[in-house]
Every structure is written in C-alpha cells, then in structure tokens.
C-alpha cells in the first residue's frame, strides 16, 4: 500500500505571494492532519480533516486555510506569505482519527519564504 | 490552551543503557499520549502512545508511564541501540487537537 504523499516536495516563494500544498493520504484514511515543523516551535498542528470536513484547528491565523476532497486528498493554503511561515510542512493521514487509529506521515513540503 | 514541556532536550547515553524523557502537560482534560521518533531527514512515525485511562504500557524495550494526577508521562527505552538516536517527540491531545513537545535529541553512542 502506498504511503502518504506531499506535492511539491520543495518550494519557494516571496513575501505577499500564496501557496498551495497537496496531501494525498493512504488509500482508505478519511482523516488528513496537517502540521508544521520548524527549529525554533516545533510540531505544531495547524488542523485536521474528516470527511470534507474541518474537524478540528490549532492556533494559526486565518491565513493558514485547508480543505478536503470527496477522495480524502487534502490541500493547505497560506495567503500572503511572511518570512516565518518559512518551514517544513507534513501532513499526515489515519483511517478514522490520529486518536483512534495511528498516524501515518508524509515527507513534508519545504516552503522557503524569501 | 494546552502547554506541554518536554525534558531533556539533548540526552546522550551509552549503547545499552537506559533513556528516559519525561513530558509535562497542562489541560487536565487531555486523554491521548503518543509519542513519535524523527530520524534525521525522515518523517515522525509513532512508536507507541497511551491513553488517560491506563497506567503504563509497554511495547518490547519501549515503555511509556503516565500520572494523571502530576500530568506527566514518561517515555523509556531500554537496552538502547545506536538505531535508536534520533528526535523523539511526545504529544498531548483532547478532542482531534495535538500539542506538541518541543523535542528530545537523542544520541546513542556505541
């Protein structure tokens, strides 16, 4: 079974612009949870996804937007883009809940903000 | 909000010997505690977690403890193999929400 996979891999972008990161999960995980990883905060979650739905969302403004498709695939999207959004960003994928069932995650997406 | 400490930051210890971190949390309402181990350049994967309603658990050389009464809970590896350097993090939840600790390096030296 394949595991989950990030597109693109590496990215980079200027202050002001947006971004959209793409999270395909394992086949037959309902659940998408995204996090970001940087030296400085550590893992921290930014939300999960459940059946097209946001289920639940951590502490990042709202810039930081996700959604999810009919097909358990997710996407992120930051707008207007600032230096310190600049991180690794993993997103991971369980069959019902990270609480119930265990996580599995991707290799992230490299954003640099330049 | 929930708040959780993770001690040490770096620890380094001899092939075969024991390692112990411990996590603090600090939403008495948190009921699920994974734990995860970041080698370098790889992705966290979950070695083993517990749940509010049970004490301790153990998976091979990996143990995890937990205290309700002090939010705390403990990861220990025993008998530590140079495989097992890497970053561990422990986490903290309630509802879907995780909280993070800020990680522990460890390094196992042969």
């Known amino acids: 079974k394949a595991g989950v996979t990030q597109t693109p891999r590496y990215l980079i972008k200027t202050r002001g612009q947006q971004v959209t990161l793409s999270c395909s999960p394992i086949?037959?995980?309902?659940?998408v949870s995204w996090y970001q990883q940087t030296p400085g905060q550590g893992l921290q979650f930014l939300f999960e996804?459940?059946?097209?739905?946001?289920?639940n969302k951590g502490n990042f403004p709202g810039r930081f937007s996700g959604r999810q498709f009919s097909n358990s695939r997710s996407e992120m999207n930051v707008s207007t883009l600032e230096l310190g959004d600049s991180a690794l960003y993993l997103c991971?994928?369980?069959?019902?809940?990270?609480?119930?069932?265990?996580?599995?995650f991707g290799p992230g997406t490299r954003l640099t903000v330049l | 909000g929930e708040n959780v400490e993770q001690h040490p930051s770096t620890l380094s210890v001899q092939e075969g010997d024991s390692a112990v971190i411990k996590c603090t949390y600090s939403?008495?309402?948190?009921?699920?505690f994974p734990w995860y181990k970041q080698e370098l350049g790889k992705r966290p994967q979950l070695i083993i977690d517990?749940?509010?309603?049970?004490g301790e658990k153990k998976d091979q050389r990996i143990a995890v403890t937990l205290n309700k009464t002090a939010k705390h809970f403990s990861l220990h590896i025993t008998e530590t193999q140079p495989e097992d350097s890497a970053v561990y993090f422990c986490?903290?939840?309630?509802?879907?929400?995780?909280?993070f600790g800020p990680g522990t390096r460890l390094s196992v030296l042969p």
């Open positions: 939403d008495s309402a948190s009921n699920y």
């Open positions: 517990i749940r509010s309603n049970v």
């Open positions: 991971a994928s369980s069959l019902e809940s990270p609480k119930v069932n265990e996580q599995f």
């Open positions: 086949s037959g995980h309902r659940s």
């Open positions: 996804y459940f059946s097209e739905t946001q289920r």
């Open positions: 986490a903290a939840s309630r509802g879907q929400n995780f909280v």
